[in-house]
């Protein structure tokens, strides 16, 4: 025994010591003087309670540059796995299992479209055809990567680093334009669905296609244009300030180490409508979760700029913010903005494609991927013209098509101009002056919201918009054969639907479709049905006194009217007899308002037997893979009503069986496969069917995929209350293990009043910082689980004096 406790004190003196040395080498450091090349005068920055930093510098490229630094020093290893997935370098750092990420990246056309943005964004500046100084936007850019760059010679490496045997090279203009490019792309929803819908076309008919929402319905809650009037220029004319009436793509992208963008929710109220008689802001990105969480906040003074804004890993402008003059956030405009084409090989040449009577040459080129602790890979990509063929790194295709299909995309039509828009937004002085950045914006879509101290409010869907011929379906794979499929042109972008202070007296956004454009037309999208957009419509019209703290009420609300609704048409269908001895439950369910209180039982069945029923009426036609991908696209969120109420859907029959099944057959079946899971995972007593028995609230970290680093660097927090298409949309996959990984949710929640822009509030899901060893890495976790918010300090004295800790950046 006395051998045994010896030992056991060494080993917990080697465990301690290595601890301590892992913090000693790693742990960010958020005070003293770092020299810095490159600076002019240097730059002070005090951290908060948050660990949120305030710059302040006498110029602008000493503030970018002190921003790069403390940024780097909080969200290195985030801005490493950003950088990697947009240049096509994940196995590389990480190892053979991201391969097919790193190949899948590359054909679509990322990386080379970095590069490509690289060197039109290098190409000098001039005025009236001599060369002009490079502007402040672009010595702006190069301030921070210069920042990055110092933290990365110079500071202590974060211990993912040290785990992995890994150094990271210096950060590049390059690197930037490829974090765009995926941010960009992950709201691309096209390639989780365009297959899914011409399978379902081609193999089963248009009887099963009409029972699904693959386009917008009548009943969809629509986004109200507003346009404003301009002049002969295009500007807006200054506008009256608003006054008031009354083995899928699926499956790979699981395996990414970066978050995607999910949704998101915005709102912006009129003095008509505030207690305060100013402008009320309000924003919640709705983004995967993930440790860190994406934005970094962050505070910058200097003569003629004050402004706080929330940053993406390794982007030196706030895509979020403001200063004390206006205020600017983003949902997805969620605009189809991609086509896949199926191309027809030339039978006397097969690197060529037909294109009506031409012969094109399809471009091919062999490129390497390099693999941690592996032979390096070469593979051939093939880019027809219209984009990357997708079959090698889309093998689900093979299920639809023999033949080589192309990923057309706007994003990649044109270099990125995502630096100079997010400068000239943050930048921007009044309503004329964000709308100028906004235009700049050409893919992803983003609903660009916009308030001001002056009492403006606006809305802009920020895209730039193919116009497509008329007899096109964009759900479906386009002819690149006959040319008749092809884009025509671009809609000008004051065509885009907008609302410019609108008599309502509120613009919001939730991801939903705006109403028809100056043309009538329906812009085509993956918008959802409009659930979180009636509610928050719906509230902000009832009343005219909102302030700071009423409406967190609707911001962090967690309720659905739309599921009571789809619960009574399953309650309907069966036959309460054959379920006596579960009637507390079904009472229970029947008496649902939609709400998700963790103590609530009804929400527990509800999405048990939603599944089943679904995965009852869809799996013999779809098979497992393509089923578990209609989970995932915005088809089942639309479509789910209609496939429950649809008595005489062809879904219903299950082809496997020689009878024809009615919806009472799958319904009742479902039920009775739901209550018997629940019975043997949460008990026989159903009061014990709580719903915070079934959700798991975790924020994954990318190296907490492997255990036991799960327990290190993965976030936990109190249960939340997780729901479908509640404003305070915490979303989870529906799956029959009766298990719901909350997978996103917000990723800030921001409230404005510019009656007082210094009590504006905010909150991260998890903290600010992505280190392992700082006191920030998961300060937040509570307060945004348990629906609280922390100050957005932006008064100096304030700042100085409750600083926890000061760095200052000193010249030679």
């Known amino acids: 025994m006395k051998k045994f406790l010896i030992a056991l004190l060494i080993l917990g003196i ?7 040395y892992i913090r000693y080498k790693t742990a960010p450091d958020y005070s003293g003087t770092r020299i810095s090349e490159g600076m002019k005068k240097g730059a002070d920055v005090y951290f908060d309670a948050f660990g949120i930093p305030h710059i302040y510098a006498s110029n602008a490229e000493d503030a970018y540059q002190a921003l790069g630094y403390v940024h780097a ?24 299992d991201l391969v097919k990420a790193d190949k899948f990246f590359r054909t679509l056309g990322i990386p080379q479209h970095a590069a490509m943005s690289t060197a039109e964004w290098m190409k000098p500046d001039s005025l009236n055809g001599a060369p002009a100084e490079m502007p402040e936007w672009k010595k702006s850019v190069l301030a921070y990567i210069r920042g990055v760059n110092q933290f990365i010679k110079d500071d202590k490496l974060p211990a993912e680093y040290m785990l992995l045997g890994s150094k990271p090279r210096e950060f590049t203009l390059t690197d930037m334009h490829a974090i765009v490019g995926y941010m960009s792309f992950t709201f691309a929803m096209t390639l989780k669905t365009e297959p899914l819908v011409t399978k379902i076309a081609r193999e089963l008919g248009p009887e099963y296609l009409k029972v699904l929402s693959v386009h917008t319905l009548p009943e969809h809650k629509k986004i109200s244009v507003f ?7 295009g500007s807006i004319l200054t506008p009256p300030a608003a006054t008031s009436s009354d083995s899928t793509v699926s499956a790979m992208l699981e395996k990414l180490p970066v978050p995607q963008i999910m949704g998101s929710n915005a709102w912006v109220i009129a003095p008509s409508r505030t207690k ?3 402008v009320l802001f309000c924003n919640d990105t709705h983004i995967g979760f993930a440790q860190p969480s994406v934005w970094y906040e962050a505070h910058l003074e200097y003569p003629g700029f004050s402004f706080y804004g929330n940053h993406l890993a390794g982007l030196p402008f706030g895509l979020v913010g403001h200063s004390r ?6 949902t997805m405009f969620i605009n189809d903005d991609m086509d896949m084409f199926e191309e027809k090989i030339s039978p006397e040449n097969p690197n060529e494609t037909i294109s009506g009577n031409l012969r094109v040459p399809m471009r091919v080129r062999q490129d390497t991927i390099r693999i941690k602790d592996a032979a390096p890979q070469i593979f051939t990509i093939r880019e027809s013209h219209h984009g990357g063929i997708m079959n090698e790194v889309m093998p689900e295709l093979e299920e639809v098509t023999k033949q080589p299909v192309a990923a057309w995309w706007v994003y990649l039509k044109e270099p990125t101009r995502a630096l100079e828009a997010t400068w000239k937004l943050s930048h921007a002085r ?34 730039k918009l193919p116009i497509r011929p008329a007899h096109v379906n964009t759900k479906l794979f386009l002819d690149g054969s006959t040319g008749a499929d092809e884009p025509l042109g671009w809609y000008p972008f004051e065509e885009n639907p907008m609302s410019v202070n609108p008599p309502s007296g509120f613009v919001a956004s939730a991801n939903n479709q705006p109403d028809t454009m100056k043309n009538k037309i329906f812009f085509p999208g993956y918008y959802y049905p409009g659930d979180r957009y009636d509610r928050i419509a719906t509230t902000i019209s009832s009343r005219k006194d909102w302030d700071q703290e009423n409406i967190k009420a609707l911001q962090l609300e967690a309720v659905n009217i739309n599921h009571p609704k789809n619960a009574q048409v399953l309650l309907n269908a069966i036959n309460p007899a054959d379920f006596k001895e579960d009637e507390a439950i079904l009472t229970a369910l029947r008496n649902w308002k939609g709400t998700h209180e963790l103590t609530e039982t009804a929400p527990t069945l ?18 497992e893979a393509y089923f578990n991908s209609f989970l995932e696209t915005f088809l089942k969120i639309r479509s789910l009503p209609s496939l429950l109420r649809t008595a005489e859907s062809p879904w219903w029959d299950d082809k496997g069986t020689e009878a024809r099944e009615t919806n009472r057959d799958i319904i009742s079946e479902a039920l009775v496969t739901s209550l018997k899971e629940l019975k043997e995972q949460l008990g026989s007593n159903a009061a014990d069917w709580k719903w915070e028995s079934s959700i798991v609230s975790v924020h994954p970290h990318p190296l907490g995929a492997k255990k036991p680093l799960d327990r290190i660097f993965n976030v936990s927090t109190s249960t939340l209350k997780a729901n479908g298409e509640g404003v305070n949309k915490l979303a989870f996959k529906l799956n029959g293990d009766g298990k719901y990984v909350v997978n996103s949710g917000p990723a800030l929640r921001i409230i404005l009043d510019f009656a007082n822009v210094d009590a504006s509030e905010s909150v991260l899901p998890t903290g600010q910082s992505g280190n392992l060893f700082s006191g920030h890495y998961d300060d937040q976790a509570e307060l945004y689980a348990t629906g609280k918010y922390r100050p957005q300090m932006m008064h100096k004295e304030t700042i100085q004096k409750e600083a926890k800790s000061v760095l200052k950046f000193t010249i030679k």
Not at 82 to 90: C, E, K, P, S, Y
């Open 14 to 20: 080697i465990v301690s010591g290595g601890y301590l």
């Open 73 to 96: 020093q909080d969200r290195l290893f985030q801005m490493e796995m950003m950088r990697r997935v947009g240049t096509g370098t994940l196995a590389e750092f990480l190892g053979a």
């Open 430 to 463: 009044n309503l004329q002056e964000a709308e100028s950045g906004a235009r700049l914006i050409h893919a992803p879509g983003l609903n660009v919201m916009y308030g001001d101290k002056a009492g403006n409010i606006a809305w802009w869907a920020s895209a």
């Open 227 to 233: 346009y404003p009037q301009r002049d002969s220029a």
């Open 325 to 330: 003059e206006h205020s600017y956030g983003l």
């Open 276 to 278: 305060s008689g100013q």
């Open 606 to 623: 509800y999405y048990k037997w939603t599944y089943h029923v679904l995965r009852n009426m869809m799996v013999d036609e779809l098979g």
